[in-house]
């Protein structure tokens, strides 16, 4: 998949004819998954490219001042993209040139003269143009006139409820890590690098991997998770916050993995949050905190004997 940052000559020969879908899709979710999925269904029939195009940061955040964690990092978004067997990504700032144009412009300047694309897929409920005035209905207007079709995805639903970014940012900020992995179609992910911490893990007998990472979405709590590095995975218990314990001030992302000893700093890791066991609390003292943590470690592995996870090494 080949990537790019703004609209150049260069996207021109991939983009010609070809199927485009649009949207912000963060977290790529189960309505994002049948947006592409049917985005490369009509190009696979016709033959062409397939493109997305994206726009980073959110545009919220330009046009309304609005403070939204997304659910993934532009890293992860586009790793998951790729995978999807796209031909080409469009990653565009909604800078407020590119926001001032109406729906038509839009349809003719962008989507008719720059990319010279032969179809559009979108959600139903996709808005587009100055102050998102437009939806399908003028889209499927504006593509008759410039010579393109529109394809209009259905939302998916969970159990009487639309799936949504906005829904998966609110159950993980709850730490409902379960019902948000429901929605997104695999377990939410924080993606970083091991880094040398405190040592408070080694201190209380569970040594712990330290990540540093760019995902916005720090869901307090302690996890029942799986630790992916390189070709390894891991059994392990996360604890995301304060640690109120030490008085920490600044959040962390720390996980003990099952039966495992070695260093591993410097590496890149994927932690997956699979259930949440309890909430980080304070204790009345490091003693009482160690209890605890082997109690969580216990009943870790009785749910992992229970799945039926298996330990590899990285």
Do not use: W
């Amino acid at each position: 998949m080949k990537v790019f940052r703004r609209l150049s000559s260069r996207l021109r020969p991939l983009s010609e004819g070809s199927v485009l879908a649009i949207g912000i899709f963060d977290g790529c979710h189960l309505g994002h998954q049948k947006i592409l999925k049917e985005l490369i269904k009509q190009s696979r029939r016709l033959g062409v490219a397939a493109g997305l195009m994206t726009f980073s940061p959110h545009p919220d955040r330009i046009l309304n001042r609005k403070k939204i964690n997304l659910i993934q990092t532009g890293r992860q978004k586009l790793e998951y993209l790729e995978n999807q067997g796209l031909d080409y990504c469009l990653v565009l700032s909604l800078e407020r040139d590119l926001a001032a144009l109406s729906g038509q412009e839009f349809a003719s300047q962008i989507l008719k003269k720059k990319l010279g694309i032969s179809r559009v897929v979108v959600g139903q409920n996709f808005r587009f143009g100055h102050n998102r005035r437009c939806g399908v209905r003028e889209l499927r207007v504006f593509g008759r006139v410039h010579g393109f079709r529109v394809v209009a995805v259905n939302p998916v639903k969970k159990g009487g409820t639309q799936v949504s970014s906005s829904l998966i940012r609110k159950l993980l900020d709850k730490g409902r890590v379960e019902t948000a992995a429901r929605l997104l179609g695999r377990p939410y992910e924080i993606y970083g690098t091991i880094v040398k911490g405190r040592g408070l893990g080694r201190i209380l007998g569970f040594p712990t991997i330290n990540l540093k990472t760019e995902n916005e979405i720090l869901p307090s709590g302690v996890y029942l998770s799986l630790v992916k590095i390189d070709d390894g995975a891991y059994p392990a218990v996360a604890n995301i916050g304060f640690r109120p314990t030490f008085n920490g001030r600044q959040p962390s992302v720390e996980a003990h993995l099952l039966d495992f000893s070695g260093r591993l700093y410097g590496r890149k890791a994927r932690l997956y949050l699979l259930k949440k066991l309890r909430d980080e609390k304070k204790f009345h003292s490091v003693e009482a905190l160690r209890r605890q943590i082997s109690a969580d470690v216990s009943r870790a592995r009785r749910l992992f004997r229970a799945a039926g996870r298996r330990l590899s090494k990285p």
